[in-house]
Protein backbone atom coordinates (compact mmCIF):
# COMPACT_ATOMS: atom_id res chain seq x y z
CA UNK A 1 0.00 0.00 0.00
CA UNK A 2 1.55 3.09 -1.13
CA UNK A 3 1.40 6.26 1.70
CA UNK A 4 -1.23 8.62 0.45
CA UNK A 5 -0.49 11.95 1.86
CA UNK A 6 -3.69 14.08 1.04
CA UNK A 7 -5.67 11.36 2.11
CA UNK A 8 -3.49 11.26 5.47
CA UNK A 9 -4.39 15.13 5.84
CA UNK A 10 -7.88 14.68 4.89
CA UNK A 11 -7.95 12.07 7.58
CA UNK A 12 -6.72 14.03 9.95
CA UNK A 13 -8.16 17.35 9.63
CA UNK A 14 -11.50 15.87 9.91
CA UNK A 15 -10.36 13.76 13.06
CA UNK A 16 -8.69 17.38 14.44
CA UNK A 17 -12.43 18.42 14.37
CA UNK A 18 -14.83 15.24 15.43
CA UNK A 19 -12.56 14.19 18.01
CA UNK A 20 -13.63 16.29 20.88
CA UNK A 21 -17.32 15.20 20.47
CA UNK A 22 -16.38 11.53 19.45
CA UNK A 23 -14.55 11.36 23.26
CA UNK A 24 -17.71 13.71 24.77
CA UNK A 25 -19.71 10.44 23.35
CA UNK A 26 -17.38 7.98 24.64
CA UNK A 27 -17.06 8.82 27.89
CA UNK A 28 -21.17 9.30 28.38
CA UNK A 29 -20.80 5.49 28.26
CA UNK A 30 -17.68 4.86 29.58
CA UNK A 31 -17.08 6.69 32.55
CA UNK A 32 -13.84 5.90 33.32
CA UNK A 33 -11.18 7.61 31.58
CA UNK A 34 -8.47 5.12 30.81
CA UNK A 35 -11.47 3.03 29.26
CA UNK A 36 -12.47 6.19 26.85
CA UNK A 37 -9.03 6.56 25.91
CA UNK A 38 -8.53 3.12 24.92
CA UNK A 39 -11.91 3.57 22.79
CA UNK A 40 -11.03 6.45 21.29
CA UNK A 41 -7.43 4.94 19.87
CA UNK A 42 -9.31 2.18 18.87
CA UNK A 43 -11.67 4.25 16.98
CA UNK A 44 -9.45 6.05 15.26
CA UNK A 45 -7.32 3.22 14.18
CA UNK A 46 -11.05 2.10 12.76
CA UNK A 47 -11.63 5.41 10.95
CA UNK A 48 -8.17 5.60 9.44
CA UNK A 49 -8.68 1.48 7.90
CA UNK A 50 -12.45 2.78 6.59
CA UNK A 51 -11.86 5.85 5.52
CA UNK A 52 -13.32 4.62 2.31
CA UNK A 53 -16.28 4.06 3.12
CA UNK A 54 -17.03 7.61 4.26
CA UNK A 55 -19.60 9.16 2.28
CA UNK A 56 -18.27 13.16 2.25
CA UNK A 57 -22.16 14.01 1.51
CA UNK A 58 -22.64 13.05 5.46
CA UNK A 59 -21.11 14.47 8.68
CA UNK A 60 -17.78 13.41 9.39
CA UNK A 61 -18.71 13.54 12.81
CA UNK A 62 -21.69 11.60 13.00
CA UNK A 63 -20.09 9.32 11.07
CA UNK A 64 -17.06 8.96 13.85
CA UNK A 65 -19.64 8.53 16.38
CA UNK A 66 -21.35 5.24 14.87
CA UNK A 67 -17.99 3.92 14.63
CA UNK A 68 -17.03 4.82 17.87
CA UNK A 69 -20.56 3.15 19.42
CA UNK A 70 -19.21 0.08 17.83
CA UNK A 71 -16.04 -0.13 19.75
CA UNK A 72 -17.80 1.00 23.00
CA UNK A 73 -20.24 -2.11 22.09
CA UNK A 74 -17.16 -4.34 21.76
CA UNK A 75 -15.83 -2.91 25.13
CA UNK A 76 -18.67 -2.93 26.56
CA UNK A 77 -18.89 -7.24 25.94
CA UNK A 78 -15.49 -7.95 27.43
CA UNK A 79 -16.53 -6.13 30.80
CA UNK A 80 -17.06 -8.58 33.69
CA UNK A 81 -19.67 -6.37 35.52
CA UNK A 82 -22.59 -5.58 32.78
CA UNK A 83 -24.87 -4.80 35.64
CA UNK A 84 -22.96 -1.72 36.23
CA UNK A 85 -23.26 -0.96 32.68
CA UNK A 86 -25.68 0.46 29.76
CA UNK A 87 -27.17 -2.06 27.87
CA UNK A 88 -26.95 -1.91 24.02
CA UNK A 89 -30.67 0.15 23.57
CA UNK A 90 -29.33 2.97 25.62
CA UNK A 91 -26.13 2.90 24.17
CA UNK A 92 -28.04 2.96 20.51
CA UNK A 93 -30.35 5.64 21.71
CA UNK A 94 -27.82 8.06 22.99
CA UNK A 95 -25.42 7.36 20.01
CA UNK A 96 -28.35 8.88 18.00
CA UNK A 97 -28.64 11.85 19.94
CA UNK A 98 -25.09 12.65 20.25
CA UNK A 99 -25.17 11.93 16.15
CA UNK A 100 -27.89 14.01 15.34
CA UNK A 101 -26.52 16.91 16.85
CA UNK A 102 -23.13 16.11 15.83
CA UNK A 103 -22.68 19.82 13.96
CA UNK A 104 -23.78 21.57 16.83
CA UNK A 105 -21.56 20.39 19.19
CA UNK A 106 -19.28 23.29 17.93
CA UNK A 107 -21.28 25.69 19.41
CA UNK A 108 -22.02 24.78 22.78
CA UNK A 109 -17.92 24.80 22.50
CA UNK A 110 -18.10 27.96 22.11
CA UNK A 111 -21.29 28.85 24.33
CA UNK A 112 -19.42 27.40 27.61
CA UNK A 113 -16.44 28.82 27.19
CA UNK A 114 -18.08 32.47 27.47
CA UNK A 115 -20.89 31.04 30.34
CA UNK A 116 -17.55 29.76 32.34
CA UNK A 117 -16.02 33.04 32.33
CA UNK A 118 -18.97 34.56 33.47
CA UNK A 119 -19.13 32.35 36.57
CA UNK A 120 -18.96 33.34 39.99
CA UNK A 121 -15.14 32.32 41.44
CA UNK A 122 -16.55 30.42 44.02
CA UNK A 123 -18.08 28.18 41.42
CA UNK A 124 -15.32 28.01 39.18
CA UNK A 125 -13.03 26.85 41.61
CA UNK A 126 -15.42 23.81 42.36
CA UNK A 127 -15.22 23.27 38.97
CA UNK A 128 -11.33 22.89 38.67
CA UNK A 129 -11.63 20.66 41.97
CA UNK A 130 -13.67 18.45 40.25
CA UNK A 131 -12.64 18.23 36.69
CA UNK A 132 -8.78 19.02 37.07
CA UNK A 133 -8.13 17.43 39.84
CA UNK A 134 -10.95 13.98 39.31
CA UNK A 135 -11.95 14.62 43.13
CA UNK A 136 -15.20 13.25 43.72
CA UNK A 137 -17.72 15.10 46.08
CA UNK A 138 -16.82 13.51 49.52
CA UNK A 139 -12.71 14.37 48.85
CA UNK A 140 -13.66 17.97 47.38
CA UNK A 141 -15.92 18.55 50.64
CA UNK A 142 -12.64 17.20 52.66
CA UNK A 143 -10.45 19.70 50.81
CA UNK A 144 -12.75 22.33 51.69
CA UNK A 145 -13.77 21.55 54.88
CA UNK A 146 -17.79 21.02 54.01
CA UNK A 147 -19.98 18.22 53.59
CA UNK A 148 -20.11 16.45 50.91
CA UNK A 149 -23.91 16.84 50.24
CA UNK A 150 -23.61 21.04 49.63
CA UNK A 151 -20.46 20.12 47.65
CA UNK A 152 -22.81 18.01 45.24
CA UNK A 153 -25.67 20.68 45.55
CA UNK A 154 -23.27 23.60 44.72
CA UNK A 155 -22.05 21.18 42.20
CA UNK A 156 -25.48 21.04 40.52
CA UNK A 157 -26.51 24.71 40.44
CA UNK A 158 -23.05 25.72 38.99
CA UNK A 159 -23.53 23.16 36.19
CA UNK A 160 -27.41 23.88 36.16
CA UNK A 161 -26.35 27.65 36.25
CA UNK A 162 -23.90 27.13 32.92
CA UNK A 163 -26.54 24.84 31.07
CA UNK A 164 -29.44 27.99 31.64
CA UNK A 165 -25.93 30.10 30.15
CA UNK A 166 -25.10 27.60 27.31
CA UNK A 167 -29.48 28.01 26.23
CA UNK A 168 -29.47 31.29 26.33
CA UNK A 169 -26.13 32.00 24.36
CA UNK A 170 -27.19 28.99 21.33
CA UNK A 171 -30.72 30.96 21.19
CA UNK A 172 -29.00 34.48 20.67
CA UNK A 173 -26.51 33.25 18.27
CA UNK A 174 -29.86 31.56 15.98
CA UNK A 175 -31.66 34.81 16.32
CA UNK B 1 -33.49 21.66 41.26
CA UNK B 2 -31.97 18.64 40.53
CA UNK B 3 -34.39 15.74 39.42
CA UNK B 4 -33.40 11.81 40.25
CA UNK B 5 -32.03 11.60 36.74
CA UNK B 6 -30.08 14.86 37.03
CA UNK B 7 -28.51 12.89 40.04
CA UNK B 8 -28.12 9.15 38.87
CA UNK B 9 -26.41 10.98 35.86
CA UNK B 10 -23.84 12.25 37.64
CA UNK B 11 -22.96 9.75 39.61
CA UNK B 12 -23.03 7.67 36.72
CA UNK B 13 -20.32 10.00 35.21
CA UNK B 14 -18.30 10.28 38.52
CA UNK B 15 -18.23 6.29 38.67
CA UNK B 16 -20.55 5.45 41.53
CA UNK B 17 -23.93 4.92 40.55
CA UNK B 18 -25.11 1.82 42.14
CA UNK B 19 -25.97 -1.61 40.02
CA UNK B 20 -30.02 -0.97 40.56
CA UNK B 21 -29.58 2.56 39.94
CA UNK B 22 -27.68 2.06 36.85
CA UNK B 23 -30.75 -0.05 35.73
CA UNK B 24 -33.24 3.05 36.19
CA UNK B 25 -30.95 5.17 34.47
CA UNK B 26 -30.61 2.53 32.07
CA UNK B 27 -34.25 1.93 31.18
CA UNK B 28 -34.78 6.25 31.12
CA UNK B 29 -32.55 6.60 28.70
CA UNK B 30 -34.37 3.97 26.41
CA UNK B 31 -37.55 5.30 27.42
CA UNK B 32 -37.94 8.79 25.27
CA UNK B 33 -35.29 10.37 22.44
CA UNK B 34 -35.97 13.07 24.63
CA UNK B 35 -34.36 11.53 27.98
CA UNK B 36 -31.44 10.67 25.57
CA UNK B 37 -30.98 13.56 24.46
CA UNK B 38 -31.13 15.33 27.69
CA UNK B 39 -28.71 12.67 28.67
CA UNK B 40 -26.11 13.82 25.42
CA UNK B 41 -26.37 17.63 26.53
CA UNK B 42 -25.59 16.63 30.11
CA UNK B 43 -22.95 14.11 29.45
CA UNK B 44 -21.09 16.38 26.61
CA UNK B 45 -21.34 19.31 29.30
CA UNK B 46 -19.38 17.14 31.12
CA UNK B 47 -16.70 16.28 29.03
CA UNK B 48 -16.32 19.82 27.51
CA UNK B 49 -15.79 20.92 31.26
CA UNK B 50 -13.08 18.29 31.74
CA UNK B 51 -11.33 19.64 28.29
CA UNK B 52 -11.55 23.36 30.09
CA UNK B 53 -10.28 22.04 33.11
CA UNK B 54 -7.37 20.80 31.69
CA UNK B 55 -6.46 24.60 30.14
CA UNK B 56 -6.47 25.45 34.03
CA UNK B 57 -2.98 23.18 34.99
CA UNK B 58 -0.64 25.42 36.66
CA UNK B 59 2.02 24.22 34.57
CA UNK B 60 5.60 25.83 33.77
CA UNK B 61 4.79 25.40 29.88
CA UNK B 62 2.12 26.48 27.66
CA UNK B 63 -0.53 23.77 27.29
CA UNK B 64 -2.46 24.63 23.89
CA UNK B 65 -3.96 21.74 22.92
CA UNK B 66 -6.73 21.65 25.30
CA UNK B 67 -7.39 25.12 24.22
CA UNK B 68 -7.45 24.27 20.75
CA UNK B 69 -10.06 21.01 21.41
CA UNK B 70 -12.70 23.16 23.63
CA UNK B 71 -12.52 26.30 21.43
CA UNK B 72 -13.40 24.40 18.59
CA UNK B 73 -11.37 26.67 15.55
CA UNK B 74 -10.81 23.49 13.29
CA UNK B 75 -11.94 24.34 10.64
CA UNK B 76 -10.21 27.72 10.51
CA UNK B 77 -7.22 25.27 11.14
CA UNK B 78 -7.90 23.07 8.08
CA UNK B 79 -8.06 26.04 5.93
CA UNK B 80 -4.87 27.54 6.98
CA UNK B 81 -4.02 24.30 5.89
CA UNK B 82 -5.10 24.11 2.69
CA UNK B 83 -3.30 27.14 1.87
CA UNK B 84 -0.13 25.91 3.47
CA UNK B 85 0.33 27.76 7.47
CA UNK B 86 -1.22 26.21 10.37
CA UNK B 87 -2.60 28.78 12.99
CA UNK B 88 -2.12 27.86 16.64
CA UNK B 89 -5.17 29.41 18.98
CA UNK B 90 -3.40 30.96 21.98
CA UNK B 91 -5.57 32.02 24.84
CA UNK B 92 -4.84 35.54 24.21
CA UNK B 93 -2.68 36.07 20.84
CA UNK B 94 -2.63 34.06 17.76
CA UNK B 95 1.01 33.39 16.71
CA UNK B 96 1.12 31.56 13.47
CA UNK B 97 3.36 28.77 14.69
CA UNK B 98 3.31 25.18 14.14
CA UNK B 99 4.78 24.60 17.45
CA UNK B 100 6.84 25.87 20.50
CA UNK B 101 10.42 24.78 21.21
CA UNK B 102 10.06 24.18 24.89
CA UNK B 103 13.40 23.11 25.63
CA UNK B 104 16.82 22.94 23.47
CA UNK B 105 19.51 22.18 26.01
CA UNK B 106 22.91 23.04 24.23
CA UNK B 107 20.60 25.87 22.22
CA UNK B 108 21.64 24.77 19.17
CA UNK B 109 18.91 24.20 16.90
CA UNK B 110 19.19 25.67 13.59
CA UNK B 111 16.58 26.91 10.84
CA UNK B 112 15.35 29.73 9.04
CA UNK B 113 11.36 29.02 9.93
CA UNK B 114 12.63 29.62 13.32
CA UNK B 115 11.52 32.71 14.98
CA UNK B 116 12.70 32.95 18.88
CA UNK B 117 10.61 29.86 20.30
CA UNK B 118 8.62 29.55 17.76
CA UNK B 119 8.97 26.95 14.88
CA UNK B 120 7.06 27.32 11.47
CA UNK B 121 6.98 24.91 8.55
CA UNK B 122 10.58 24.35 6.88
CA UNK B 123 13.72 22.61 7.39
CA UNK B 124 15.81 22.07 10.75
CA UNK B 125 19.12 20.92 11.72
CA UNK B 126 20.18 19.69 14.96
CA UNK B 127 23.76 19.42 15.03
CA UNK B 128 24.21 18.91 18.83
CA UNK B 129 22.41 18.65 21.74
CA UNK B 130 18.36 18.26 22.16
CA UNK B 131 15.38 19.77 21.61
CA UNK B 132 11.82 19.35 22.67
CA UNK B 133 9.12 20.47 20.66
CA UNK B 134 5.27 21.00 21.71
CA UNK B 135 3.39 20.87 18.54
CA UNK B 136 0.25 23.20 18.26
CA UNK B 137 -2.13 19.59 18.70
CA UNK B 138 -0.36 18.78 21.84
CA UNK B 139 2.12 16.63 20.13
CA UNK B 140 5.85 16.46 21.97
CA UNK B 141 8.79 15.60 20.28
CA UNK B 142 11.93 15.02 21.93
CA UNK B 143 14.79 15.28 19.07
CA UNK B 144 18.49 14.03 19.86
CA UNK B 145 21.25 15.25 17.92
CA UNK B 146 23.02 14.60 15.00
CA UNK B 147 19.48 15.43 13.79
CA UNK B 148 17.84 17.07 10.26
CA UNK B 149 14.19 17.10 9.94
CA UNK B 150 11.64 18.82 8.51
CA UNK B 151 8.55 20.45 9.66
CA UNK B 152 5.43 20.51 7.43
CA UNK B 153 2.18 20.59 9.48
CA UNK B 154 1.94 20.09 13.18
CA UNK B 155 1.09 16.35 12.15
CA UNK B 156 3.58 16.02 9.76
CA UNK B 157 6.79 15.56 10.34
CA UNK B 158 10.06 14.76 8.17
CA UNK B 159 12.81 12.84 9.77
CA UNK B 160 15.84 12.52 7.28
CA UNK B 161 18.33 11.64 10.01
CA UNK B 162 18.33 11.27 14.02
CA UNK B 163 16.50 9.83 16.80
CA UNK B 164 12.65 11.34 18.00
CA UNK B 165 10.76 10.26 20.89
CA UNK B 166 7.35 11.07 19.98
CA UNK B 167 4.23 11.72 22.84
CA UNK B 168 1.15 11.74 21.39
CA UNK B 169 -2.04 12.77 23.19
CA UNK B 170 -5.73 11.77 21.94
CA UNK B 171 -5.87 15.36 20.23
CA UNK B 172 -2.47 14.64 17.90
CA UNK B 173 -3.78 11.15 17.07
CA UNK B 174 -2.85 11.15 13.11
CA UNK B 175 0.15 12.40 13.62
CA UNK B 176 2.89 11.14 10.90
CA UNK B 177 6.72 10.54 10.96
CA UNK B 178 8.23 10.32 7.04
CA UNK B 179 11.33 8.71 7.17
CA UNK B 180 13.08 7.35 4.08
CA UNK B 181 12.30 4.22 4.01
CA UNK B 182 8.67 4.38 6.16
CA UNK B 183 6.03 6.18 6.74
CA UNK B 184 4.79 6.03 10.50
CA UNK B 185 1.31 7.07 11.80
CA UNK B 186 0.40 7.14 15.33
CA UNK B 187 -2.93 6.34 17.22
CA UNK B 188 -2.69 8.14 20.70
CA UNK B 189 0.82 6.68 21.76
CA UNK B 190 4.50 7.25 23.05
CA UNK B 191 6.73 5.82 20.40
CA UNK B 192 10.56 6.19 19.01
CA UNK B 193 11.64 6.56 15.59
CA UNK B 194 15.49 6.18 14.43
CA UNK B 195 17.00 7.32 11.12
CA UNK B 196 20.52 5.84 10.86
CA UNK B 197 23.18 6.89 8.52
CA UNK B 198 22.36 4.34 6.07
CA UNK B 199 18.88 5.81 5.85
CA UNK B 200 17.33 2.10 7.94
CA UNK B 201 14.16 3.30 10.00
CA UNK B 202 13.79 1.68 13.18
CA UNK B 203 10.72 2.69 14.56
CA UNK B 204 10.15 1.37 18.80
CA UNK B 205 6.52 1.60 20.35
CA UNK B 206 6.61 2.30 24.27
CA UNK B 207 1.97 2.52 24.60
CA UNK B 208 -0.05 2.27 22.00
CA UNK B 209 -0.23 1.68 18.61
CA UNK B 210 1.39 3.11 15.38
CA UNK B 211 0.95 1.91 12.02
CA UNK B 212 4.08 1.48 10.62
CA UNK B 213 3.97 1.80 6.19
CA UNK B 214 6.66 0.83 3.57
CA UNK B 215 6.52 0.72 -0.13
CA UNK B 216 4.61 -2.07 -0.31
CA UNK B 217 3.15 -3.19 3.44
CA UNK B 218 2.19 -2.15 6.02
CA UNK B 219 2.46 -3.12 9.98
CA UNK B 220 0.40 -2.56 12.91
CA UNK B 221 2.63 -2.37 16.50
CA UNK B 222 1.54 -2.26 19.90
CA UNK B 223 2.93 -1.93 23.04
CA UNK B 224 6.63 -3.04 23.22
CA UNK B 225 6.79 -3.72 19.49
CA UNK B 226 9.65 -2.94 17.24
CA UNK B 227 10.50 -3.13 13.79
CA UNK B 228 13.03 -2.06 11.31
CA UNK B 229 13.48 -1.17 7.83
CA UNK B 230 16.76 -1.42 5.93
CA UNK B 231 17.26 0.79 2.89
CA UNK B 232 16.32 -0.94 -0.05
CA UNK B 233 14.33 -4.08 1.68
CA UNK B 234 10.61 -3.15 1.06
CA UNK B 235 9.45 -5.35 4.43
CA UNK B 236 9.60 -4.11 7.87
CA UNK B 237 11.61 -7.22 10.13
CA UNK B 238 10.19 -7.52 13.78
CA UNK B 239 13.42 -6.38 16.28
CA UNK B 240 13.18 -6.27 19.81
CA UNK B 241 11.93 -2.92 21.60
CA UNK B 242 14.27 -0.57 23.13
CA UNK B 243 13.11 1.63 25.62
CA UNK B 244 15.97 2.91 27.09
CA UNK B 245 17.93 4.31 23.53
CA UNK B 246 15.28 7.51 23.31
CA UNK B 247 15.30 10.10 25.75
CA UNK B 248 11.45 10.90 25.92
CA UNK B 249 11.16 13.97 27.92
CA UNK B 250 13.61 16.51 28.68
CA UNK B 251 11.97 18.35 32.04
CA UNK B 252 12.51 16.12 35.19
CA UNK B 253 8.64 15.71 36.36
CA UNK B 254 7.68 14.81 39.90
CA UNK B 255 6.99 11.51 40.19
CA UNK B 256 6.21 9.34 43.24
CA UNK B 257 10.01 9.01 43.83
CA UNK B 258 11.23 12.24 43.88
CA UNK B 259 8.04 13.43 45.91
CA UNK B 260 9.17 10.44 48.40
CA UNK B 261 12.97 12.00 48.34
CA UNK B 262 11.90 15.74 49.10
CA UNK B 263 9.36 14.01 51.92
CA UNK B 264 12.61 13.36 53.73
CA UNK B 265 14.26 16.40 53.37
CA UNK B 266 17.30 15.85 51.84
CA UNK B 267 20.28 18.43 52.14
CA UNK B 268 20.79 18.58 48.36
CA UNK B 269 19.21 15.90 45.65
CA UNK B 270 20.28 15.93 42.35
CA UNK B 271 17.78 14.20 39.81
CA UNK B 272 20.64 14.47 36.57
CA UNK B 273 17.94 15.63 34.69
CA UNK B 274 19.07 17.42 31.46
CA UNK B 275 19.90 21.06 32.29
CA UNK B 276 19.39 24.04 29.75
CA UNK B 277 23.22 24.40 29.19
CA UNK B 278 24.29 20.56 29.30
CA UNK B 279 26.92 21.72 32.37
CA UNK B 280 24.97 22.44 35.27
CA UNK B 281 24.75 19.85 37.30
CA UNK B 282 21.52 20.90 38.84
CA UNK B 283 20.27 20.70 42.67
CA UNK B 284 16.58 20.47 42.98
CA UNK B 285 14.92 23.45 45.06
CA UNK B 286 18.54 24.39 46.26
CA UNK B 287 19.99 25.69 43.39
CA UNK B 288 23.18 27.08 45.75
CA UNK B 289 24.74 23.40 46.13
CA UNK B 290 24.45 22.85 42.23
CA UNK B 291 28.10 21.99 40.63
CA UNK B 292 28.96 21.13 36.88
CA UNK B 293 29.84 18.51 34.40
CA UNK B 294 33.11 18.15 33.71
CA UNK B 295 33.22 17.14 29.87
CA UNK B 296 36.88 16.80 27.77
CA UNK B 297 34.34 16.42 24.70
CA UNK B 298 32.16 19.14 24.62
CA UNK B 299 29.92 17.45 21.52
CA UNK B 300 29.46 14.47 23.71
CA UNK B 301 25.78 14.26 24.83
CA UNK B 302 26.03 12.99 28.47
CA UNK B 303 22.30 11.89 28.74
CA UNK B 304 20.33 9.11 28.49
CA UNK B 305 16.93 7.56 29.94
CA UNK B 306 17.10 7.03 34.05
CA UNK B 307 15.26 5.53 36.11
CA UNK B 308 13.18 8.74 36.80
CA UNK B 309 13.43 10.90 34.15
CA UNK B 310 16.89 11.21 32.50
CA UNK B 311 19.89 10.48 34.03
CA UNK B 312 23.44 10.62 33.12
CA UNK B 313 25.43 8.19 31.41
CA UNK B 314 29.17 7.69 32.31
CA UNK B 315 30.99 6.29 29.87
CA UNK B 316 33.99 4.87 31.63
CA UNK B 317 36.82 5.60 29.80
CA UNK B 318 39.06 9.06 29.40
CA UNK B 319 36.14 10.51 27.43
CA UNK B 320 33.63 9.94 30.32
CA UNK B 321 32.16 13.30 31.77
CA UNK B 322 31.54 13.47 36.14
CA UNK B 323 30.02 15.89 38.05
CA UNK B 324 31.38 18.05 40.39
CA UNK B 325 30.08 19.65 43.37
CA UNK B 326 32.38 22.72 44.38
CA UNK B 327 29.94 24.01 47.31
CA UNK B 328 28.42 21.03 48.65
CA UNK B 329 25.96 21.32 51.81
CA UNK B 330 27.02 21.03 54.92
CA UNK B 331 26.79 17.72 56.80
CA UNK B 332 27.16 18.70 60.48
CA UNK B 333 24.56 17.05 62.29
CA UNK B 334 27.16 13.88 62.58
CA UNK B 335 25.06 11.48 60.84
CA UNK B 336 24.91 11.31 56.90
CA UNK B 337 23.24 9.19 54.32
CA UNK B 338 22.63 9.30 50.69
CA UNK B 339 20.20 7.39 47.72
CA UNK B 340 20.94 6.51 44.45
CA UNK B 341 19.97 4.61 41.50
CA UNK B 342 22.92 2.75 39.49
CA UNK B 343 22.89 0.94 36.12
CA UNK B 344 26.01 -0.44 35.95
CA UNK B 345 28.14 -1.90 32.92
CA UNK B 346 31.59 -3.87 31.83
CA UNK B 347 32.90 -5.78 33.88
CA UNK B 348 34.25 -5.47 37.86
CA UNK B 349 36.62 -2.35 38.07
CA UNK B 350 37.24 -0.06 41.01
CA UNK B 351 34.61 2.42 40.23
CA UNK B 352 32.88 5.62 41.92
CA UNK B 353 29.35 6.33 42.09
CA UNK B 354 30.26 9.25 44.80
CA UNK B 355 32.84 10.41 46.90
CA UNK B 356 33.82 13.10 49.01
CA UNK B 357 37.46 13.67 50.63
CA UNK B 358 38.38 15.47 53.66
CA UNK B 359 40.76 18.03 54.26
CA UNK B 360 42.88 15.91 55.86
CA UNK B 361 43.76 13.45 52.32
CA UNK B 362 40.93 10.88 54.10
CA UNK B 363 37.59 9.83 52.81
CA UNK B 364 34.39 11.68 53.94
CA UNK B 365 32.86 9.03 52.03
CA UNK B 366 33.03 7.00 49.02
CA UNK B 367 30.16 4.99 47.65
CA UNK B 368 31.41 2.88 44.76
CA UNK B 369 32.32 -0.62 43.06
CA UNK B 370 35.32 -2.51 44.75
CA UNK B 371 37.46 -4.96 41.74
CA UNK B 372 38.17 -6.66 44.51
CA UNK B 373 35.52 -8.03 45.75
CA UNK B 374 32.79 -7.02 42.85
CA UNK B 375 30.68 -5.34 45.67
CA UNK B 376 29.30 -1.84 46.24
CA UNK B 377 30.92 -0.73 49.30
CA UNK B 378 31.05 2.49 51.21
CA UNK B 379 33.98 3.94 53.50
CA UNK B 380 33.23 6.81 56.04
CA UNK B 381 35.42 8.44 58.21
CA UNK B 382 34.78 9.29 61.50
CA UNK B 383 35.28 12.53 63.09
CA UNK B 384 38.01 10.74 65.10
CA UNK B 385 40.10 10.47 61.62
CA UNK B 386 39.36 6.70 61.77
CA UNK B 387 37.97 4.75 58.54
CA UNK B 388 35.02 2.58 58.89
CA UNK B 389 34.26 0.16 55.73
CA UNK B 390 31.14 -1.52 54.78
CA UNK B 391 30.27 -3.68 52.12
CA UNK B 392 27.47 -5.54 50.30
CA UNK B 393 27.63 -9.43 50.70
CA UNK B 394 26.41 -10.03 47.15
CA UNK B 395 28.47 -9.23 43.78
CA UNK B 396 26.72 -6.23 41.83
CA UNK B 397 24.08 -7.07 38.86
CA UNK B 398 24.80 -4.99 35.75
CA UNK B 399 22.65 -3.83 33.11
CA UNK B 400 19.63 -3.88 35.88
CA UNK B 401 18.52 -0.81 37.89
CA UNK B 402 19.50 -1.19 41.35
CA UNK B 403 18.82 1.06 44.46
CA UNK B 404 21.13 1.82 47.05
CA UNK B 405 21.39 3.64 50.21
CA UNK B 406 24.22 3.48 53.07
CA UNK B 407 23.90 0.57 52.92
CA UNK B 408 21.13 -1.02 51.88
CA UNK B 409 20.05 -2.53 48.43
CA UNK B 410 16.77 -2.32 46.96
CA UNK B 411 15.23 -1.50 50.16
CA UNK B 412 16.99 -4.03 52.09
CA UNK B 413 19.98 -3.75 54.95
CA UNK B 414 22.79 -5.50 53.05
CA UNK B 415 25.84 -4.36 55.93
CA UNK B 416 26.26 -2.56 58.98
CA UNK B 417 28.94 -1.37 61.28
CA UNK B 418 29.12 1.15 64.19
CA UNK B 419 29.80 4.30 63.63
CA UNK B 420 30.34 7.59 65.20
CA UNK B 421 29.80 11.03 63.89
CA UNK B 422 31.56 11.44 60.29
CA UNK B 423 34.15 13.82 59.64
CA UNK B 424 33.40 17.81 58.75
CA UNK B 425 34.32 19.78 57.54
CA UNK B 426 35.72 19.17 54.05
CA UNK B 427 36.27 21.92 51.48
CA UNK B 428 36.97 19.94 48.58
CA UNK B 429 34.26 19.20 45.84
CA UNK B 430 31.67 16.20 45.94
CA UNK B 431 32.59 14.16 43.08
CA UNK B 432 30.18 11.89 41.13
CA UNK B 433 31.13 9.00 38.61
CA UNK B 434 34.48 9.27 39.62
CA UNK B 435 36.97 10.13 42.14
CA UNK B 436 39.36 13.15 42.52
CA UNK B 437 42.30 12.65 45.48
CA UNK B 438 44.94 14.52 44.34
CA UNK B 439 43.71 16.24 41.07
CA UNK B 440 43.64 13.52 38.93
CA UNK B 441 40.71 11.69 38.45
CA UNK B 442 40.41 8.12 38.63
CA UNK B 443 37.85 5.07 39.42
CA UNK B 444 35.62 6.18 36.58
CA UNK B 445 32.43 5.16 36.56
CA UNK B 446 30.58 2.67 33.43
CA UNK B 447 26.76 3.26 32.98
CA UNK B 448 24.12 4.95 34.23
CA UNK B 449 23.77 7.26 38.21
CA UNK B 450 20.03 8.66 38.36
CA UNK B 451 18.29 10.41 41.45
CA UNK B 452 21.34 11.12 43.73
CA UNK B 453 20.19 12.10 46.88
CA UNK B 454 22.67 13.10 50.20
CA UNK B 455 20.62 14.04 53.72
CA UNK B 456 22.55 15.24 56.87
CA UNK B 457 21.22 13.05 58.92
CA UNK B 458 20.65 9.03 59.53
CA UNK B 459 17.38 8.23 57.40
CA UNK B 460 15.82 5.17 59.07
CA UNK B 461 15.67 1.60 57.71
CA UNK B 462 11.71 2.27 57.46
CA UNK B 463 12.49 5.17 55.11
CA UNK B 464 15.04 3.50 53.19
CA UNK B 465 13.08 0.60 52.48
CA UNK B 466 10.32 2.96 51.89
CA UNK B 467 12.22 5.26 49.43
CA UNK B 468 13.47 1.88 47.59
CA UNK B 469 10.07 0.64 46.73
CA UNK B 470 8.66 3.46 45.50
CA UNK B 471 8.01 3.29 41.65
CA UNK B 472 8.98 5.91 39.65
Known amino acids: MTPDPDRTTEITLNWTSAQSSVMAFIRSVTPQLADAEDILQETARQIVHRYDDFDRTRSFTAWAIGIARYKVMEWRRRQAKQELSLDEDAIEAIHHAYAEKAEDWPQVGRAIDHCIKKAPPAAEKLLILRYLENLKPAEIAKRLGSSSNSVSVRLSRARDALRECIRRQLAQTEA | MSTDEDKWMDAWLDGELSAADTAKLNAWIKASPENAAAFAERTHLHSLLHDWAQTKAIEPRPKPLTRFRSIWLPLAAAAAVAIGTMITFWPKSATPTTAQLIHNPGAQLISTSRDGDSLHIGDYTLPAGLAELLFSNGVEVVIEAPARFRIESNLRLHLH ?49 VEVKSSNESVKLLTNDATRLDRGSRSP ?54 GRLVKFNPEIQPYSTGKVGACIAFTGDSQSVHAQVDHCPPLGSGGFSAAVWVHKKGPPKNATIAARWTTDGEKQFLLARNVTTNTIELQLCQADGTLVTIADTEALTTDKWQHFAFLYRNGAEVARAPCGPVAEPTTLPLMIGASDRSGKRQHLWRGRIDEFALFDR ?15
Open chain 2, 458 to 472: ALTPEEIRITASLQP
Open chain 2, 161 to 209: DGRIAASVPPSGIGFTVITPTAEVIDFGTEFGVEVGADESSEVHVFKGE
Open chain 2, 237 to 290: RRIDVDGERFIRRIDEVATRYSRGVFALKPAAYYRMGISDDTVTFEAAKTPAYS
